[in-house]
């Protein structure tokens, strides 16, 4: 499916879009089937959930790394690298030097480990090293593709408009319904049919909910990013973000180290007044005094 100029505008003005149907019968069918050789019976439980669970359902948390491109097979590789997807990217951020940072597989089920109600968040924190500036050079793009119907009762990502927080320093990454009950008030959850596809950016709220009776569902994250920037990647040192002692060593490492690992260095045009505002909000206890 070609993605029309009203998807790429909503997406502009709210963060993310939400675009039904957008792989071919084909491409579906040809995914679902590379699907049931990597996750066995997941496919018909998802169809049937009196069916008993999938064998090992409950197995202990696998590796990211255990579900990541390149798969087996053609079709996952090639929703990895759909033209539309790079073309969604490449417009927001304005030129088509892009790479892909991410292609994993997502599967779960009522009861499995990761059927939770996440907080609100934002992806950031262990995609870049430093803060998503409003600047769409630096833009990185998310997409989540459904490989199964998702139905209220079925988990659906819940999404809310950046309209409801643009102007804001976006720290911390993170609210409780308690903390912050508007950003629940005004999520959207994202009910679409198999082969849909939901787009977002590191500045949009989100959140993985609940299933409320048995079912599962299965996905495929992607995410693409601008090459210039060696902040950028899950694949890299950003995956790390999400860990208090790397914030601690970050916030303590001179500038010559941070920047051994990607991160901007003095002088670099990524720093902005906006841009340190975010910096120093993620970090309080790093000097920044060598960007200003």
């Not at 994993?104 to 262990?126: I, S």
Request: proline share 8%; glycine share 6%.
């Amino acid at each position: 499916m070609t993605i029309n100029d009203k998807q790429l505008q909503h997406y502009r003005d709210h963060g993310y879009v939400i675009i039904e149907n957008f792989l071919t019968p084909t491409e579906l069918s040809k995914a679902r089937d590379e699907v049931e050789d990597f996750i066995p019976g997941w496919l018909d439980y998802t169809a049937n959930p009196r069916l008993p669970k999938p064998l090992n359902w409950d197995e202990t948390p696998r590796s990211r790394r255990q579900m990541r491109f390149p798969f087996k097979g053609e079709q996952l590789n090639a929703v990895t690298l759909h033209p539309e997807m790079r073309r969604l990217a490449s417009l927001m951020v304005g030129h088509d030097d892009l790479f892909c940072e991410q292609s994993d597989l997502t599967y779960k089920c009522k009861g499995h480990y990761a059927d939770q109600d996440q907080p609100m968040h934002l992806d950031y924190v262990n995609h870049t090293l430093v803060y998503p500036p409003k600047d769409p050079s630096y833009w990185q793009t998310a997409f989540l593709v459904y490989y199964t119907d998702v139905d209220l009762h079925q988990a659906p990502t819940a999404v809310c408009s950046w309209q409801h927080y643009h102007d804001e320093i976006l720290w911390p990454a993170a609210y409780t319904k308690e903390d912050r009950p508007g950003l629940y008030d005004a999520e959207v959850k994202v009910t679409v049919p198999a082969g849909s596809l939901l787009a977002y950016s590191m500045r949009t709220f989100h959140r993985g909910t609940r299933f409320l009776e048995e079912a599962a569902r299965v996905g495929h994250f992607i995410t693409y990013a601008p090459s210039a920037y060696r902040w950028l990647g899950i694949l890299g040192w950003p995956e790390q973000g999400v860990y208090k002692s790397f914030s601690e060593w970050m916030s303590r490492a001179t500038p010559a180290e941070r920047e051994l690992i990607g991160f901007p260095q003095p002088g670099d045009p990524y720093w902005t007044s906006e841009t340190l505002a975010g910096v120093a909000a993620r970090y309080p206890e790093m000097d920044l005094g060598p960007y200003t």
